[in-house]
């Protein structure tokens, strides 16, 4: 069982940034894929940003150009770095790691 601790996020002003970090024990983190999705009120989860155990990522198209997905497979950390953030990215966002998930750590955008 892999347990995952989110941190990074909080409030932020539009065009402003962040960077989420989940780190993950209990697994050989560098033999899974990985990845962020986000869930706002109201809405379904979707995906943010995923990126294999080889370092290729794959993002969502509303955050293409403005998230960065990297992973530190030495600290079975996996990152997501925000710019240029939108009141549209406010939600919850969520760290998986193979089939476990977060807590989930909250990020609001005000307008």
């Known amino acids: 069982q892999v347990q995952l601790v989110e941190s990074g996020g909080g409030l932020v002003q539009a065009g402003g940034s962040l960077r989420l970090s989940c780190v993950a024990s209990?697994?050989?983190?560098?033999?899974?894929?990985t990845g962020w999705y986000r869930q706002a009120p109201g809405k379904q989860r979707e995906l943010v940003a995923a990126?294999?155990?080889?370092?290729?990522?794959n993002y969502g198209d509303p955050v293409k150009g403005r998230f960065t997905i990297s992973r530190d497979n030495a600290k079975s950390t996996v990152f997501l770095q925000m710019n240029d953030l939108k009141p549209e990215d406010t939600g919850v966002y969520y760290c998986?790691?193979?089939?476990?998930w977060g807590q989930g750590t909250q990020v609001t955008v005000s307008s």
């Open positions: 209990g697994s050989t983190f560098s033999d899974y894929a």
């Open positions: 998986w790691v193979g089939s476990s």
């Open positions: 990126i294999t155990k080889g370092g290729i990522p």
